[in-house]
């Protein structure tokens, strides 16, 4: 049976995993995010346990994902400065010699959604997670989405609520951008406590849901996903689903018919339908759709 | 030679046209949009002077584009009463008896700026259209948007300039909304004067071009077109282009990074390549589509 091997490459940790042809997990092994001196090569003798066939690396980002550039496959511009200009793609390509594919982690997560998660059966769908940061993939048109760059979707401006003691937010480059409001770093820089010891009745989460109303109703009038899937630590907060759907029907304002919107959107911004393992699994699929080519 | 039947299908105006099979207009005329029981029959007496291969509708909206929906090819919650709930296709499919391709006015003109115009080449692609009123058209992965409904990026929330004399904004679902901020009748209403009487000098431009480029930096976040192309009455003034330019940049802050951002934008945010034409020449181009299927 074909093996597969996959990587969730994020800020913090290495999420390694081997997938075999029907989709189980075979053999799962978390790293640290050191430099890529350190951790690379510790990946690379994880994979080559293995007799892969090929390899999908779903990166924090930004990456450059544009095939026809000299540096495809690198990460870009990120503040971890020991991975920035990094090759990650070529890099694995050369020391496993197996085909390898690339997204970014949450195109990867979106990708997974649509093809066994929450999206299934549907073509234009939005994964956002809310974590450390906030980072959306998108399918369009069955296809991940790259375009320009990719998606930033965690930097979109966002109206400040009045009740906000953080106005100012906390984005280095745009302050009080959704991610500077809405992350779980802004949470715990607000509130001084973190997002997961806040109770429900805090108002830190009529704020929180205030802010991903926005991003919901934002995606629905530029993109019009079939449907949204919230994911990340942040989101592990149940309650926040049924205010989000609350405010995000206010913000629409009767403006969008369809009836997804008049059953209160409850089949329409939805938990992720593969839990935490989005993000890996969709790195698996990447390593697939790498042999086909 | 194969001859196409065109409509552009505005809430004023109907802009009918026929191509050849080589793009070239054979033959255009323009009829006031009245009551589909009077300006369908004139339609279709136009169109029947032509042997037609096929037709191609480019609606306003908002339209069902759903192929599954028994109501697919129908406009929907329009304000323009008489024409809600109308089975435009269907009825041009049994009244000329030839396939018929639609779409929305400004997904068609996405199409034909990607085919044709100022997005040549590209696979990702948003056009807006500022007049009376703001829509946009995407395609992306090299198809247009449907999704759940379609864009209707007009009515994403924008902040609020506190130099704005109206801030409330004339959109009667969102108040403040890009269309209630930035389209020809908000701009006419705010300073009592139509936008083309305005001189360039007049501080209408800084606030109309404060809110498009918070539209710009929206859509490179969310989805990241490969380029924006602005049409429409409003985007006749071109000062406006370099001032949108600006504005994003100082939006965007620097946190994406690639040779079109580094450019400041000015092969990114442009004109259409098809001057007025995009509309119509979409029409065209869905017409030809319909042949094939």
Redesign the interface.
């Known amino acids: 049976m074909r093996l597969y091997g996959a990587l969730e490459a994020g800020g913090t940790k290495m999420v390694a995993a081997v997938f075999d042809e029907n989709g189980e997990v075979v053999d799962r092994e978390v790293f640290p995010t050191r430099t890529p001196g350190e951790t690379m090569p510790e990946l690379t003798v994880y994979f080559k346990r293995f007799p892969l066939a090929a390899l999908g690396v779903a990166s924090f980002g930004?990456v450059n994902l544009n095939r026809k550039s000299p540096t495809y496959g690198c990460i870009?511009?990120t503040p971890k400065l020991a991975w920035r200009n990094y090759p990650i793609l070529s890099d694995f390509r050369d020391a496993l010699g197996v085909p390898a594919g690339f997204d970014t982690d949450v195109n990867a997560a979106a990708i997974a959604e649509t093809a066994l998660g929450a999206g299934r059966g549907l073509e234009?769908v939005l994964y956002v997670t809310v974590g450390t940061g906030v980072g959306?993939g998108?399918v369009?048109?069955?296809?991940p989405?790259?375009?320009?760059?990719?998606?930033?979707?965690?930097?979109?401006?966002v109206?400040v609520s009045p009740d906000d003691p953080m106005p100012g937010g906390n984005c280095p480059?745009?302050g009080p951008c959704l991610e500077g409001m809405a992350a779980g770093p802004a949470i715990e820089k607000r509130w001084g406590v973190p997002a997961r010891e806040l109770p429900p009745e805090h108002p830190a989460w009529a704020l929180e849901s205030d802010y991903l109303a926005?991003l919901c109703?934002?995606?629905?009038?530029?993109?019009?996903?079939?449907r949204i899937i919230l994911g990340g630590g942040v989101m592990q907060q149940e309650f926040l689903f049924p205010l989000i759907r609350e405010k995000t029907l206010k913000?629409l304002?009767?403006?969008?018919?369809?009836p997804?919107v008049n059953n209160g959107l409850a089949d329409?911004i939805v938990a992720p339908g593969l839990g935490t393992a989005s993000g890996i699994t969709g790195a698996y699929l990447l390593a697939r759709e790498a042999v086909k080519e």
Chains 1, 2 share one sequence.
């Open positions: 930004p870009t511009a234009n959306g998108l369009i048109n069955g296809k989405v790259h375009g320009l760059i990719h998606s930033e979707i965690g930097h979109i401006r109206q480059y745009h926005q109703a934002t995606a629905m009038f530029t993109f019009s996903p079939e913000l304002n009767g403006y969008l018919c369809h997804a329409y």
